[in-house]
Every structure is written in structure tokens, then in C-alpha cells.
């Protein structure tokens, strides 16, 4: 029996994979087959039902402390070229102006400023709220959170309660890199390190605040690194099922100093997937982010372990700084077409993953649709002209 197999069936009586077998996964050559059995287990969970929201991006400034060296978005100074920082004004325009009434979700990542203080952030969520109590504000990562605990002398529970009065309502995943303390510290030296982010998501799930997590995959690690990072965010979930959901998140390589290195293809982002699917049996959610993944490898992750897209989003700014040609924005109907040409049911969602709308699965490819009226008239037309 191949050691593949052995998994399989473990799989499919609901054990647990261990470190060595997601080890194994990522060797496995046969993508297609690791990608049916991640297949299963979302189809298990989920049947058809693929998630996506209407949501904006935001980012109250670009300056930061910390100089990541896949970073191509950060500015070291105030006044550098490029740096920018908003005015509470404009952050409160920019959602009280958004074009798509349907906006549920607001999401910032901020960098590590050295001298905003902690009540501007508290007011800029304020603010928000005043304008769009409906929205929910998805706001700061881990790395954040426990940027603000040590410039402010508070527990990382007193920055996220703080924050939490103020109108936060979750965190994003980002920041987490990967975890591993070889990686980390090569990659990400000046800013959480790995348990400090881990520490960070621990405290928001025991106040009850859900957050996500990601893992940014292709630059330096190496496939132990990965399974070594999802297990960590496998033993967080374990203990406080806080997590909403997981995003693997492929390396961009333009504008920073990592140019060097090749970006992760398709077949590592899709393999990527399929194992974290595999692993992290304790996550309801699986994302292919579509701006980092591509489109069209995104809506095949959908085949490979993945049940949700993100979402419009509207003015990204991370993965176009480093090379991200993807477009700024889907409109909510290109993200439904994506999902119903996977064969798949789309179900917009709202950031707790509490649904919007139900939409109808396609029949068949939009495309095979169109050819097939295409092909009825044409029939129809040779009825009436007799030939
Ligand atoms: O933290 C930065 C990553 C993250 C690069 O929670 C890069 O729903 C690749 O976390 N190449 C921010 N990745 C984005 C993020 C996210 C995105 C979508 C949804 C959610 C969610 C979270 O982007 C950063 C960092 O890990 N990143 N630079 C780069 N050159």
C-alpha cells in the first residue's frame, strides 16, 4: 500500500494527519489525486456552497517600523517618497462614499507606525462606526496588536478590549508569515515573533473575537516550515476555536529584496492548498485569495480544498506594490461567475460567515450556456427560413 493511500484512509475516517504525513503530502506527485481527497473533505463540509463578500480594503498608512524583506508596500519614514498617512476625514469618507450598498466588511492592514498614538486608531474605528454601524471592521493583524501592547504598556487583551469598545469586530490573518523561527528571522526579524503572534490570536479568541490566518508560502521555507507552521495554527485552533478561517498566501516577488527568488506557480499554490485543507481538520474555512493566487488559479482552487474566494475587495495595495497583476477589484456578479463556472453554488457571505444571499448554482459553464442558446436560435432561424 502506497503511503498516499495510507493517508487516504485516514483521511476518510476522519483521523488526524501528523507532521510527518503533511510531509508527505507535499512530495506527493499525483496533484490530482491529493487534490480529490482535499476535494472530499470540502465537499464534506460543505457541499457546493462556496463563500465570497462585498468588501473594501483600507490602509490608514504605509509607514512602518519593521522592514520584512518581502515587504514591498511598507515605507521606513514619514515624508519618505511614497510614505502616506491618512486623515481620520478622509478614512471616513472613503466608507461613507463606497459606491456598493451591499458593503459589509472593511478590511485594514496597517504598518507598524512609530508615532501615531493608540487613541487616533480608537477614533478612527469610532468614526467608522458613526458612519456605517453596519459595516463590520476587520481591522489590524496579530503583528499589530502586539506592535500596540509594547509601544503603549498594555497586555495584548487590553489593546483588543480597547479596540473592541471602539467598533472592531474581528482580525485579519496577515502578519503571520511563517512561524518558524529559522524562516521568521530571516525573513521578519523586527516585529512579532512567532508565539507573539500566536499570543496575539489567542487573546482576541478568549475575548470572543473571531480572527483569521494566513501563511506566506514559495520565498525561503522549506515544505517542513509549512507543515510546521499549519500545525501550530492547528494546535491554537485545538484550544480555542477562535479561527474562521485559513489563507495561504503566494510570495509576490517584485519591489522588495527578496526579487531574487522565483513566485511560487500554480501546481505549488494549488498543492499548497489541498495539504492545508488536508491538515487543518479543525478549520471550517479554507480561502484562495484571488488577489495573491491569480484568478483563474484561485476559482481551480475551488476543485483543490477551498469553499471561499474573499471577497470585491476595491483598491488593494500589498500585492500590486509587488507585482500583483491581478485587477484592483471584482464586481460581486465576475466573483459569482467565477464561482458558478467552477460548478460551484455561490453564497455571499458576511465577515462571521453568516449569509447574505444564496445564489443559484449554474447548469453548466456560463460559456456552455450562451453556445447553447447560441445554438437554439440558430436551429430555430433554419426552421423559419425552411433549411
Ligand atoms: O501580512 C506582504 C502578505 C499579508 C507580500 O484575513 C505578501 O481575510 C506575498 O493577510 N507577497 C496581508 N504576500 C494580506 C492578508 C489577507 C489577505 C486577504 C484576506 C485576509 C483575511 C488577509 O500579505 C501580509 C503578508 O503576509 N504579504 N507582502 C508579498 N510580497
Known amino acids: 500500500m502506497s503511503l498516499t493511500r495510507a493517508i487516504e484512509d485516514k483521511v476518510r475516517a476522519g483521523e488526524r494527519l501528523t507532521y510527518d504525513e503533511g510531509c508527505q503530502l507535499f512530495l506527493e506527485r499525483d496533484l490530482l489525486k ?22 473594501m480594503r483600507f490602509e490608514a498608512t ?174 491554537l485552533q485545538d484550544e480555542t476555536n477562535g479561527f474562521q478561517c485559513f489563507i495561504p498566501l503566494a510570495f509576490h516577488n517584485e519591489n522588495n529584496s527578496l526579487k531574487q527568488l522565483p513566485e511560487p506557480t500554480a501546481v505549488d499554490s494549488l498543492r499548497t492548498l489541498a495539504v492545508s485543507r488536508l491538515l487543518l481538520d479543525n478549520f471550517a474555512h479554507i480561502k484562495a485569495y484571488w488577489v495573491s493566487m491569480g484568478v483563474a488559479t484561485a476559482q481551480t482552487a475551488l ?30 456578479d465576475e466573483l459569482v461567475r467565477l464561482i458558478r463556472e467552477a460548478g460551484r453554488t455561490p453564497v455571499e457571505r458576511d465577515t462571521t460567515y453568516g449569509v447574505v444571499e444564496e445564489l443559484p448554482r449554474a447548469e453548466l459553464p456560463e460559456a456552455a450556456l450562451k453556445l447553447r442558446e447560441r445554438l437554439a436560435e440558430k436551429r430555430s432561424l433554419s426552421v423559419v427560413m425552411g433549411n
Open 62 to 235: 504605509n509607514v512602518c517600523e519593521a522592514s520584512c524583506s518581502f515587504c514591498a508596500f511598507a515605507k521606513l519614514k514619514e515624508g519618505a517618497p511614497g510614505a502616506h498617512t491618512t486623515t481620520h476625514e478622509a478614512a471616513w469618507k472613503e466608507l461613507a462614499e463606497h459606491p456598493d450598498p451591499r458593503l459589509t466588511e472593511l478590511h485594514m492592514v496597517n504598518g507598524l507606525h512609530p508615532h501615531l498614538p493608540f487613541e487616533w486608531y480608537e477614533e478612527l474605528l469610532r468614526g467608522w462606526k458613526r458612519v456605517r454601524p453596519d459595516v463590520h471592521l476587520k481591522c489590524f493583524t496579530g503583528v499589530e496588536i502586539h506592535f500596540f501592547a509594547q509601544k503603549f504598556g498594555m497586555t495584548h487583551t487590553e489593546v483588543l478590549s480597547r479596540l473592541r469598545a471602539a467598533g472592531l469586530g474581528s482580525l485579519p490573518g496577515g502578519g503571520a508569515e511563517i512561524l518558524h523561527a529559522d524562516v521568521r528571522r530571516r525573513i521578519a526579524t523586527d516585529k512579532a515573533d512567532g508565539d507573539e503572534y500566536l499570543a496575539a490570536h489567542r487573546a482576541a479568541h478568549k475575548l470572543g473575537l473571531p480572527s483569521n490566518c494566513t501563511m506566506l508560502y514559495g520565498h525561503i521555507e522549506t515544505f517542513e516550515h509549512r507543515v510546521d507552521h499549519l500545525l501550530q495554527l492547528r494546535a
Open 34 to 55: 491529493l487534490g480529490a481527497l482535499a476535494n472530499w473533505v470540502r465537499e464534506q463540509r460543505h457541499g457546493d456552497r462556496t463563500y465570497f463578500n462585498v468588501n
Open 303 to 332: 476543485r483543490f480544498g477551498a469553499d471561499d474566494l474573499d471577497g470585491t475587495i476595491v483598491h488593494e495595495s500589498i500585492y500590486h506594490s509587488a507585482g500583483s497583476r491581478v485587477p484592483m477589484a471584482l464586481s460581486r
